[in-house]
């Protein structure tokens, strides 16, 4: 077992992919690594279960939604308002504006976020055996160790932020006022222009350079914190799997931990994404 | 970790999406129905305080009806005793009278039979008394000529 379980670990982060190779599309099946460092390729495994999930709770919520009573709510539909009151609250709780698209995107995010981190609960060697056996070797069970994954949905979330920015402040409230007169304020601290405003201009560049990075923070932090929490917890269920029979009670109390970690996570992103958006409506 | 720019647009475009999916079909009908439940929770609870409120009022009114039943039954109640007096009072006058007035038939009627029997037992008096002297006196005595002297000696028994 210690002999190969380079192998194991790797092979179980190893996604399955889809790439041009001399202008001809390939999978990586049978040769792991023809894919490896190709910008241009596909990872089949994480696009199936991210695409999969997605639908999974847009289906279930819509038909839901579609057969929504007043009255007497079944229990799905108490379970579907549990989520949207939740997250409505949330929403509310922070956001003070008025925006059609922040609240669906939040119930979307944390759904969405929850069932990828979810698959993490399923015992490591289920879906990629049950794979193999139809003749894919290589699959990737949790998207969300995928930083394509949540780099795609961090990078939405900081284009809404510009959007919201430059909409809500204007370009010139956005990028004078909110990126280059913060947080280092020249009219505040009394710094004299003896007539020419131009002498603000390094204070100013050094603010801009400041936000900039702040606000590129936003959306990298964002990702990477739901990356790094995946991947680590994927790594310690396959670290686990390693272990042969101890691997069971070692396994319960992580799998116990990590639904903690997996909700935690849907939530803080959920939650961060709320207040950068809120950020985005207010000036401060 | 590796990126790849077709998997992180197609997560991108995927979000997208889903999140507009969401938003035109998941959250509009579920907020509308919330929205419509607190508007039927705040009609229920404004219908029960109506209720509560006329309730209320109905009791009143109830006690006021039982209040009014119960003096308009004691009212009858006094006026069938004196009016049950009054009977038994006017029925002992009337039988009174009447016995007053049987009785002083009776009496009448048994003064006049007296009289009768009297008038009867004196003229039978006289008879005997004539048949009396008659077998007496036998031959002196005529009772056609002493008729008048018979006669007084009855009237004076």
């Given amino acids: 077992m210690a002999s190969n379980s380079g192998e194991y670990i790797e092979h179980h982060l190893q996604n399955l992919q889809a790439c041009t190779v001399d202008g001809e599309w390939v999978t990586n099946l049978g040769q792991t690594k023809i894919c490896s460092g190709n910008i241009w390729a596909v990872n089949l495994d994480t696009m199936f279960f991210t695409v999969t999930l997605g639908a999974l709770f847009c289906f279930l919520f819509w038909r839901v939604a579609k057969n929504i009573e007043t009255g007497k709510p079944g229990k799905l539909q108490a379970m579907v308002e549990m989520v949207v009151e939740f997250v409505d609250g949330s929403v509310k709780d922070t956001f003070h504006g008025k925006s059609p698209v922040i609240a669906p995107l939040a119930l979307t995010i944390v759904c969405w976020v929850f069932l990828m981190n979810l698959m993490d609960l399923i015992p490591v060697d289920w879906l990629p055996t049950a794979a193999h056996l139809v003749g894919i070797d290589y699959l990737k069970v949790v998207p969300s160790t995928d930083p394509n994954v949540t780099f795609g949905m961090s990078i939405s979330v900081f284009f809404l932020i510009l959007y919201y920015s430059f909409k809500i402040k204007g370009v010139g409230g956005f990028v004078v006022g909110e990126l280059m007169l913060n947080p280092l304020n020249p009219k505040e601290l009394g710094i004299p222009t003896f007539g020419f405003r131009i002498l603000w201009l390094p204070i100013m560049a050094f603010n801009l350079i400041l936000e900039t990075v702040a606000l590129l923070a936003k959306p990298l932090s964002l990702s990477l914190r739901l990356f790094g929490n995946m991947y680590a917890g994927e790594l310690m269920f396959i670290l686990i799997a390693l272990l042969g029979l101890y691997q069971l009670p070692l396994h319960f109390g992580w799998a116990v931990f990590h639904i903690l970690i997996v909700t935690l996570q849907a939530y803080i992103f959920m939650m961060l994404t709320i207040v950068y958006l809120s950020q985005a409506h207010e000036a401060h | ?157």
């Fill in chain 2, 1 to 157: 970790m590796e990126l790849n720019i077709p998997t992180f647009l197609g997560q991108t475009i995927a979000m997208i999406v889903f999140v507009w999916f969401c938003m035109k079909f998941v959250w509009p009908p579920i907020m509308n129905m919330l929205e419509e439940r607190q508007a039927q929770i705040a009609e229920g609870l404004a219908a029960a305080d109506k209720g509560n409120r006329a309730l209320e009022e109905a009791e009143v009114e109830k006690q006021s009806i039982l209040d009014e039943a119960r003096g308009q039954a004691r009212e009858i109640i006094d006026h069938a005793n004196t009016r049950g007096g009054s009977i038994v009072d006017e029925a002992r006058t009337e039988a009174g009278s009447e016995k007053e007035r049987i009785l002083a038939a009776a009496q009448a009627e048994v003064e006049q039979e007296a009289n009768r029997a009297r008038e009867e037992l004196r003229g039978q008096v006289g008879v005997i008394a004539v048949a009396g002297a008659e077998k007496i006196l036998q031959r002196e005595i005529d009772s056609a000529t002493h008729k008048d002297l018979l006669d007084k000696l009855a009237a004076e028994i």
